[in-house]
């Protein structure tokens, strides 16, 4: 229930976000035509990737609410992970677009109306800071997160087009507007990198941040009647929901004493690493096949 109510919220903030973004993109579209900025243009670029974003954040995240299925064991919770990375890959797109125009215009700049653009960013920093603002309480959700990367990435975006008018402005030096392009192309890059490592590290199942295998299986080891762990996975359906399986060594035991200390090996998996999804097969010898983790106690 409470899970279903964070997504509502998150759903709430993204909506906001949308429909706040689709404004600056239409503002700054039509200004960097008007003033022939290519860092305003790019900038709308940005908005544009920011809303696809947006959508496919907020699509993931109602898909990710579909119970469980004989098929899909797990639910939909992935598909929040497969948007995420389709977001990173868009912004690696639109920074390749955004620095070929760049080269071309540093060769040939072009006469730009600085004073307007610098009014049009002013008015797309203060939407950005207003969508942050709505986002920033679900950034605990990887595409809360994703989306609000995305529109902090935008707000300073805005402050170096801010940046580059007023220099344009001051000093008559049309070539500063592709180098600020250039400048907002990191930004993206940045942030895109980011995403798509966490997407990624997900996907593939990997390791979840700030738990390690050796810390797992020692800890695990010190329970009282288990003599070592194997086999040892730790990995995430999600980032609210890491999950571990692991051979347990024990004694021959009764099953009862079993039971007993599995729920002593799962109270201490949860005060230390906050994982309540566990699987665990006791055994009385190693099979020594398959190997990840063997930790004995001596």
């Not at 109602?62 to 004989?70: D, H, Y």
């Amino acid at each position: 229930m409470s899970t279903h109510h964070n997504h509502n919220n998150h759903g709430s903030g993204l909506r906001y976000a949308i429909g706040i973004t689709s404004a600056i993109l239409i503002v700054e579209l039509v200004g960097g035509v008007w003033t022939n900025s290519l860092a305003l243009l790019s900038d709308a670029a940005h908005a544009f990737t920011d809303i696809l974003a947006l959508l496919l954040s907020w699509f993931a995240m109602r898909i990710s609410l579909k119970p469980a299925t004989p098929t899909k064991t797990y639910g939909y919770y992935r598909s929040e992970f497969l948007a995420a990375l389709v977001n990173g890959i868009m912004l690696f797109a639109v920074s390749a677009f955004i620095l070929i125009e760049a080269y071309h215009r540093i060769q040939n700049p072009g006469h730009i109306k600085s004073p307007e653009m610098v009014v049009i960013a002013l008015a797309g920093l203060a939407a950005n800071l207003l969508s942050a603002y709505y986002l920033q309480g679900g950034s605990s959700n990887i595409n809360v997160r994703a989306a609000l990367y995305h529109v902090l990435g935008d707000a300073l975006a805005s402050i170096g087009v801010i940046t580059g008018g007023v220099l344009i402005w001051w000093t008559g030096w049309y070539v500063i507007d592709p180098v600020i392009s250039v400048v907002i192309c990191g930004i993206i890059v940045i942030g895109g990198l980011g995403l798509v490592r966490e997407s990624v590290n997900i996907l593939m199942e990997g390791t979840p941040a700030g738990m390690g295998l050796n810390e797992v299986a020692g800890t695990i080891s010190s329970v009282e009647g288990v003599s070592g762990v194997h086999d040892l996975h730790l990995w995430c359906i999600s980032p609210e929901i890491p999950s571990l399986s692991a051979h347990v060594m024990v004694d021959d035991i009764a099953c009862s004493r079993a039971d007993t200390i599995r729920d002593r090996i799962n109270d201490a998996i949860v005060r230390r690493f906050g994982v309540v999804h566990t699987t665990l097969q006791f055994e009385c010898s190693e099979c020594g096949h398959n190997t990840i983790v063997a930790h004995e106690m001596r």
